[in-house]
C-alpha cells in the first residue's frame, strides 16, 4: 500500500503561519479529493480539522486551512497560538475502500 | 452527540486472539462506514481496517488481512475487530472511527481508544 510523506516537524512563533505538506507516493492524494487533516495532542484522540482537501468542520477555527496542488496536500495553520503545539496528521482515500495515514508532523510553537 | 466506546483491549501471549467491541451512539449507525485505526506507542497513525455502512463490503491494510476481521451489528450500534495470530506488532492503541460517509472515505468522529499489548 502507499504512503503519504509529511515532514517529522514543523515550528513557529505565535501570530506566525505555518505550512505543513503531506505528499503521496502515487495518485493517492492527487487522485481523489478525500484529503483529512487531524490534530492529536498527548495523550488524545485525533480531531479532525480539515476534510475533503479545504473544509473546515464546525467549531474549528478558520486559522486552519487546507490545499492541494497535483499530489501535494497543505494544511496552514494561520496566527499560531500555543494550544496549537501538537502532532498533525494527514489521510487520504487510497481507492478501494482503502485510507492511509502521513507519518505525523510535531508543530512546535516557539 | 456523537460517542464511540471501545472496549476489549488487554494483554494476549503472541499467537492468541482478542475481539474488540466499539458501542456507537448519538448517529444513524447504519449509514456510515466506519473504520479501525491503530497507533503503536511512539508512532504514527495506520489505518487498520473499514466496512461500509451496510456491512457487506469490508476492507483491510495489507499488516492485517487474513488475521483481523472486522464486522458490525447495525441493530446493536456496535462495530468489531476480531483479531488473530497476534503479534508484538500488533501492540497499540486501537480507535473506533466514524466514517463521513457510507463507505470508507474519511474520519469524522474518534473513540479514546483501547491499548492492546502483545507480550509474553
Known amino acids: 500500500q502507499s504512503a503519504l510523506t509529511q515532514p517529522p516537524s514543523a515550528s513557529g512563533s505565535p501570530g506566525q503561519s505555518v505550512t505543513i505538506s503531506c505528499t503521496a507516493t502515487?495518485?493517492?492524494?492527487?487522485?481523489?479529493?478525500?484529503v483529512s487533516w487531524y490534530q492529536q495532542h498527548p495523550g488524545k484522540a485525533p480531531k479532525v480539522m480539515i476534510y475533503?482537501?479545504?473544509k473546515r468542520p464546525s467549531g474549528v477555527p478558520d486559522r486552519f486551512s487546507g490545499s492541494k496542488s497535483g499530489n501535494t496536500a497543505s494544511l496552514t495553520v494561520s496566527g499560531l497560538q500555543a494550544e496549537d503545539e501538537a502532532d498533525y496528521y494527514c489521510s487520504s482515500y487510497a481507492g478501494s475502500n482503502n485510507l492511509v495515514f502521513g507519518g505525523g508532523t510535531k508543530l512546535t510553537v516557539l | 452527540e456523537v460517542q464511540l466506546l471501545e472496549s476489549g483491549g488487554g494483554l494476549v501471549q503472541p499467537g492468541g486472539s482478542l475481539r474488540l467491541s466499539c458501542a456507537a451512539s448519538?448517529?444513524?449507525?447504519?449509514?456510515?462506514?466506519m473504520n479501525w485505526v491503530r497507533q503503536a506507542p511512539g508512532k504514527g497513525l495506520e489505518w487498520v481496517s473499514g466496512?461500509?455502512?451496510?456491512?457487506?463490503?469490508?476492507n483491510y491494510a495489507d499488516s492485517v488481512k487474513g488475521r483481523f476481521t472486522i464486522s458490525r451489528d447495525n441493530s446493536k450500534n456496535t462495530l468489531y475487530l476480531q483479531m488473530n495470530s497476534l503479534r508484538a506488532e500488533d501492540t497499540a492503541v486501537y480507535y473506533c472511527?466514524?466514517?463521513?460517509?457510507?463507505?470508507?472515505?474519511?474520519?469524522?468522529?474518534w473513540g479514546q481508544g483501547t491499548l492492546v499489548t502483545v507480550s509474553s
Open positions: 475533503e482537501v479545504n
Open positions: 472511527a466514524k466514517d463521513f460517509r457510507n463507505f470508507p472515505r474519511a474520519i469524522d468522529y
Open positions: 448519538g448517529f444513524t449507525f447504519s449509514s456510515y462506514a
Open positions: 466496512i461500509r455502512g451496510s456491512g457487506d463490503s469490508t
Open positions: 502515487s495518485s493517492d492524494v492527487g487522485g481523489y479529493n478525500y
